[in-house]
């Protein structure tokens, strides 16, 4: 995506002024979704996104600035604008030259998503209504979903790191609305994984969409949940997140070192 001589000319510009660190964060990330409601593709859509973020930090100082244009001045004018936000008078300039590290791919991607037509995508939505509707009359409304991405970033600071990951997600979900003298209840399955188009060998839409119907129309024989004062325990994980927002942002040590906590 950049490579280490415009890398390295960038860091040089947001050190320039005598900071103690640099480091840039760039970003390429491509998508696609498809929408089905009610028996009606809705939506189709691609798109694409790119830029890059500059950190530079002078003492206890930083400056941020960020670009959507990947050439050399778009990059060099937003390490300058952070340099200049983190500035502490010039003390120098520190050079490290950061080479590339090659990171072994954990997943391999066999069917890259942007390389599939859109009329293949489609076709997932259609089959999952088609099969879930087939439950019967009940069912009176099916939502599917489909949706691929990838995502390519590089991080190089002036430490000398430089090292890049090539990221591919694909997700297909599925909604169901069964009705009937109980009223209304709903259905949903969804698979998603760090795959390519090849999460289709591995899932049936068709399968979903009918797991998807049979647990609306289940929930609609189904007895009332118990209700009334209980007890609550708070168990690990969602318990320390509460924590965290009820007491550790007040904890945070740089925070407090500034007596801004």
Known sequence: ??????????????????????????????????????????????????????????????????????????????????????????????TVAVSAVRTPRRLEVRIPPEEVPKDRKVALLTAADAAARSAGGAITQVSARYGDGRRRILVADSDGLFTSDDQVRTLFSVSCVATGDTGMQTGRESAGRTVGFELFDLYDV????????????????????????????????????????????????????????
Not at 28 to 35: N, W
Not at 234 to 250: M, T
């Open 1 to 94: 995506m950049l490579d280490t001589d415009l890398v390295n000319r960038t860091l040089a510009v947001a050190m320039r002024t005598g900071a103690d660190f640099a480091e840039i964060f760039a970003e390429d990330r491509r998508s696609s979704s498809a929408i089905l409601d009610d028996g009606r593709v809705e939506e189709v859509v691609s798109g694409r996104d790119r830029g890059a973020g500059i950190r530079v930090v002078a003492g206890d100082t930083t400056g941020f600035a960020h670009t959507a244009d990947l050439s050399e001045s778009g990059l060099a004018s937003a390490a300058g604008a952070a340099a200049a936000a983190a500035r502490r008078g010039g003390g120098g300039t520190r």
């Open 206 to 261: 068709e399968e979903m969409a009918r797991r998807a119907s049979q647990r609306a129309l289940t929930k609609l024989t189904a007895r009332p949940a118990p209700s009334g004062e209980m007890p609550v325990v708070v168990g690990p994980g969602g318990g320390g997140v509460l924590f965290h927002e009820a007491c550790g942002h007040g904890l945070e040590a740089d925070l407090v070192a500034k007596s801004a906590s």
